[in-house]
Each structure stands twice: as C-alpha cells, then as structure tokens.
C-alpha cells in the first residue's frame, strides 16, 4: 500500500503518510472554487499507544496566503493508537485558487503522559490543467 501515499513523515516513530486527490465533481473552477480531499494514515511504530489530541494545519493557497486550522482531534474524533496498529481518515480541503499546499502537526499523547506534536508532511494541492 505504500505507493498510494505519495509523502510521509516521521517523528518519535509515529508515521504520518498523505495521499492527495483532486475532485473535479466538488470543485468550480468558473466560480473560484477547486476542492481536494486527502487521505491521512496515522501508523505508530512506538512501543507505546498514543492519542491524537489535537491537529493544526497551515494552508497555502496559490497566491500565497496562508490560513491556519486547529482543533481537536480528525474527524470528529481523538483516536488512541496502540502500538503497530494505524488510523486512517479521509478529509477535504477546498480553495479559491487551483494550487495550493498543506503541511501541519498532531499533538499526541503518549501512554506515559508525555505530550509531543508529529509532523504531517507537506503536500501539494494541484488542480489539472483544463485546455482553453
């Protein structure tokens, strides 16, 4: 399954992989609007079960600007993760240019009550070129 994530990141031996793909039937380029959704799978190689808090997320669309998120947990939830196992979920992004990029941090919590943040790597949100 690794060929489908196209980036990963490692920290403190929690792996976060990210698969990105653009969704022409959500997105309207005519109105300014192109959307992404992208997969996330979370895969702890630690000795030890942690949980995902929170998440923060900086976006940049393809002018530039940045936009951050944060909140608690993905998806509605704050999954724990034990020891080999993963989580997945899958999420969307939306943004008025047809570029963009994604990078960001969970904040975990180990099973020792140590709290550490793990890299998502950065990714590119690219929309297709339409020819004229």
């Known amino acids: 399954m690794k060929a489908l994530f196209s980036q990963e990141e490692n920290t403190r031996d929690i792996v976060v992989r990210v698969s990105v793909s653009y969704l022409p039937e959500q997105s309207e380029p005519d109105r300014g609007r192109w959307f992404w959704a992208y997969h996330i799978r979370i895969e702890n190689q630690s000795h030890q079960a942690v949980q995902l808090l929170t998440r923060h997320w900086i976006i940049t669309d393809g002018r530039g600007s940045r936009h951050s ?19 997945d979920y899958v999420s ?15 904040r975990m919590v ?21 020819a004229e």
């Open 69 to 87: 998120v944060e909140g608690e947990g993905v998806v509605g939830e704050q999954p724990m993760i034990a020891p080999g196992a993963s989580y």
């Open 92 to 106: 969307g992004c939306p943004l008025a240019t047809p570029t963009g990029s994604m990078q960001g941090s969970y």
């Open 110 to 130: 180990g099973a020792d009550g140590m709290e550490f943040d793990v890299a998502i790597p950065k990714f590119s949100l690219l929309a297709p070129a339409v």
